[in-house]
């Protein structure tokens, strides 16, 4: 029942949930393999890690290119030995309603949310096969548990991939581990970034004021869940806000 020396890739590693587990897993002394679109911020993760007397490398890593992810778990292997985990957490969230035909948000969703998390798990698969052990964690959402207007298509990307895991999870045996997280209100710029509807913005924004928590809770879920000896599988977590709805 150890963290310690589990190596572990993470996507969406350079910010929010991503940022937040990579420095809780490296306190807790796994070595690390972190992926991000933005290579100045999972350096500067990277670096914050090492600082601390951790271990990280890290790689550019875009989750709509099959190639990016199957280089990312490569590297981990190259550099450490083997792949532990591998936590699916990139993910992005244009919210809009229908109406607004915002079908480019819509087709990029599907991109990260989905294909991006099929592509992680496709890259570890033949790793944690020649391995005979391996955990999969899909970072999922209550979008998907509670549906609300504008997250339609969020809500489907991240429905689809929890089945999608869910079904992974049936097919895998008994050494591979399959865990789905599924964070409420998270106090991270995951949405701020992308939503362009300035009135969703600043609902959900106002929403995150009132009732986010921080990402460690997130965090600190993962690791509940590669902490369990070999023969226990976390199959869901929910964390949310206790005032969420």
């Known amino acids: ?9 993470i996507t969406g590693a350079g910010r929010g949930i991503g940022r937040a587990t ?3 897993l490296a306190a807790r002394g796994a ?4 992926g991000a679109r ?13 600082a601390a ?21 490569g590297f981990a292997c190259k550099r450490f030995g083997r792949l532990d985990v591998i936590v ?26 989905l294909k991006g998390a099929l592509y992680g798990i ?12 391996g955990h999969v964690i899909n970072v999922i959402s209550t979008a998907g548990i509670k549906i609300m207007p504008t997250m339609g298509v969020y809500a489907a990307t991240k429905n689809a991939l929890r089945t999608a895991t869910e079904a992974l999870r049936q097919e895998s045996g008994p050494r591979l581990r399959v865990t789905e997280v599924s964070p ?3 106090d991270t710029t995951f949405a701020d970034d992308t939503i362009g509807n300035a009135d969703i913005k600043a609902a959900i924004q106002k929403r995150k004021q009132e009732l986010a928590i921080s990402p460690e809770a997130i965090a600190r879920a993962i690791a509940f869940a590669i902490e369990q000896p070999g023969d226990v599988e976390i199959g869901s977590i929910v964390v949310r806000p206790t005032a969420q709805d």
Do not use: C
């Not at 070595?31 to 972190?34: F, V």
């Not at 309603?97 to 949310?113: C, G, K, P, S, T």
């Not at 496709?122 to 052990?133: K, M």
């Open 1 to 9: 029942m150890t963290i310690a020396n589990k190596i572990v890739a």
């Open 22 to 24: 990579a420095i809780h």
């Open 31 to 34: 070595r690390l393999a972190l």
């Open 38 to 50: 933005s290579e100045a911020e999972i350096a500067a993760v990277a670096g914050e890690i090492e």
């Open 53 to 73: 007397g951790g271990e990280a490398i890290y790689r550019a890593t875009d989750v709509t290119k099959r190639d990016d992810l199957d280089a990312l778990v």
């Open 88 to 113: 699916n957490n990139a993910g992005i969230g244009p919210l809009s309603r229908f109406d607004a035909l915002e079908v480019d948000a819509w087709d990029a969703m599907i991109d990260v949310n």
């Open 122 to 133: 496709a890259a570890a698969l033949p790793v944690f096969s020649r391995q005979d052990s």
């Open 184 to 186: 409420g209100f998270i």
